[in-house]
């Protein structure tokens, strides 16, 4: 394994949106609470690593400058993937709105353009880079995001600079598995009665579960290994693919198949009969293509995965699930889907979610959604569905056309436009809960 030393360290946390974040843990000495949310209660834990908090939306030039501070030995990233700009094929998108406007910039706002600057500040100065580890789920992300750190910097026009970053900085793969719902005010009381009438105004919920895998590279880092959780390897793939692929891309039919059934929570789709059903064959039979673990393993994990899916104490909405699919697509769905079409093996999973994900556009469309839809191409798939609303072919051919989300015509291309076609008229002119007791008993 790689040579390291040990350092207590610090966090110095940024965000570029929420100032009030900011500003709130200023007011708390940095410190938040953890409420752990076990099946049958919380544990709530006082959380002090933050040495710093910055709001950089306002400055990007002082991030950049952190960034560059010698003192900086790790630089972690937490943006979720619409936040790498890339397309299909893992590189960075130049037709993306936000990088076009980035570079033209004095001082960038994504978050490939900060690295860039703030790398090239360090190349300047003679100094020696930080490690940059990334924390989102995307695939192979740490030589996705050294490519896309290397495609920005090309396309500034500094070829020196992206030849540079591919050399002397590293960009270790990791691979994050907690489920994290987002702040609810409930949060607030909850840690109060916990604290013992302690206030803390930003709490967070997370479940029991904590796994971080990371690539093992040489310099100084935290111990972190100290947590059971945390182990550092040779290969992060095979754990990469089986949380991307079985947990976020079964977590991407919950949330479609739940939107449309009326199911709010991921808790609330997991546990409903046919759904559940559906969650577990499609995660264990379809979603496991290509994950190096044997059939035991496999089980055990996809078992795991329902039981953690299904926590009461977990009300993660399916509305947040569902943002962003076509940044996720490529990578949790339609990899294994591929897969398992080469080998003539059945997608009736994947079928189901995408024709409910261009459910969720169509109904949007004619502002019939009940839930919100966030997405970087939502502009695009709106009109897709308007310009073809009682065509589900031409809907189903128009979304599997995009490369820039599903990659080059699958396997068997038009029998899958079809199939596709067919559920989302089954969705659009039957009931939708009647719908997935159909396919969940197929599945059996």
Known sequence: MPETTDCAGA????????????????????????????????????????????????????????????????????????????????????????????????????????????????????????????????????????????????????????AWIGAHVVFPNTMVDRITPPFQEADVEDARRLLGGVDDTIPVSAEPWFQWIIQAFDGERPFWEAHPGTRFVRDVGVFERAKLQMLNGTHMILAYAGGLADLPTVAEAATDPALGAIATYFMRHEQSAGVALSDEDLDSYAAGLMTRFRNPGIAHDVERIGRNGSAKMAARVIAPMRENLEAGRPVTGAVLLIACWIRWFALHEQEALEIGLTDPRADVLRQICADARDDHRAQAEAFLAMEEVFGPPLPDHDGQVAAIADMLRRLTEGDVRAVLREVAQACS
């Open 11 to 162: 966090i110095a946390s940024a965000t570029m949106r929420r100032p009030t974040l900011t500003d709130q843990l200023r007011q708390q000495d940095n410190c938040y609470t953890l409420l752990t949310r076990e099946p049958d209660g919380t544990v709530a834990s006082v959380m002090a690593a933050i040495s710093e908090a910055v709001f950089a939306g306002a400055d990007p030039g002082a991030l950049i400058g952190r960034i560059a501070d010698p003192l900086i030995r790790i630089v972690t990233l937490t943006v979720t993937a619409s936040g790498y700009h890339i397309t299909a094929e893992g590189r960075l998108d130049p037709e993306s709105d936000a990088i076009r406007e980035d570079l033209a910039r004095v001082f960038p706002c994504t978050a490939p353009g900060i690295l860039v600057a703030g790398l090239d500040l360090v190349r300047q100065r003679g100094g020696v880079p930080p490690v940059v580890l990334s924390c989102d789920n995307v695939a192979e992300n740490g030589d996705t995001l050294r490519q896309v750190v290397m495609d920005y910097a090309a396309l500034r026009g500094d070829d020196a600079l992206s």
